[in-house]
């Protein structure tokens, strides 16, 4: 009887319910599945992104005790961008960036495991990331000249697994892990002799991002 009891008070504590807000946060890191094009003008080479770290937070209302929809934000993530291939490898690192990646997802909460202590969720939804405060490093620049970089923010989906354990009264331990279709094209304008304006150009290169996002932590409700 005490056994029951014990039982029904944790799946009592762990069930969410209609109209409950959820509030996740934690540390977060971004590792990219990269890959691109050639960068204009120099083919064979293309670029590559390093990893990012920072502090993931999300908002979800339980619209039924399943279904919840969720906001991801995360404070700036910095990616270094490296050049690649035979002629370019050599400048290593070209530029660094940051980004947000904010995202909304409707999420679907399985059945609770192990008597309610454990609770898995999935989801799918939409990612609005954007780069700013592109740098150009003094490799990049020592090889071409003053230049400025730009990356277009990119618009896709994402989906989604995760799970809550129960660790204290409204308070659950929380692993997230995302994947993210994140495409941009970066642009480096370049002055090559600052007395000759015809030394000066463009080029480009295309990249596919597509990173598996991690973000361990805890979980609120209220």
Do not use: C
Request: aromatic share 10%; hydrophobic share 40%.
């Amino acid at each position: 009887m005490g056994t029951l009891l014990a039982t029904t008070a944790v799946t009592s504590a762990s069930a969410f319910e209609a109209g409950e807000w959820i509030v996740r946060g934690g540390l977060a890191g971004i590792f990219p599945n990269d890959s691109s094009g050639d960068v204009a003008g120099f083919p064979g080479n293309g670029v590559s992104v390093s990893n990012g770290f920072g502090i993931g937070i999300s908002l979800s209302y339980m619209v039924t005790p399943s279904i919840g929809i969720e906001l991801l934000g995360a404070s700036p993530f910095s990616h270094d961008i490296k050049a690649t291939g035979p002629d370019l490898g050599a400048l290593g690192t070209i530029a660094d960036t940051k980004q947000l990646p904010p995202t909304l997802l409707v999420n679907y909460h399985l059945p609770m495991f192990n008597g309610g202590v454990f609770r898995p969720y999935i989801g799918a939804g939409f990612n609005y990331t954007m780069f700013f405060d592109e740098q150009a490093s003094n490799s990049l620049e020592g090889a071409l000249g003053k230049s400025d970089v730009k990356l277009d923010p990119s618009a896709s989906f994402a989906v989604q697994v995760g799970a809550d354990w129960d660790v204290g009264s409204d308070v659950m331990f929380n692993i997230g892990l995302w994947w993210v279709d994140i495409n941009t094209k970066g642009t480096i304008d370049f002055q090559g002799d600052p007395n000759d304006a015809s030394d000066d150009g463009r080029t480009s290169v295309d990249v596919e991002i597509d990173p598996t996002v991690l973000m361990v932590g805890f979980t609120k409700r209220f």
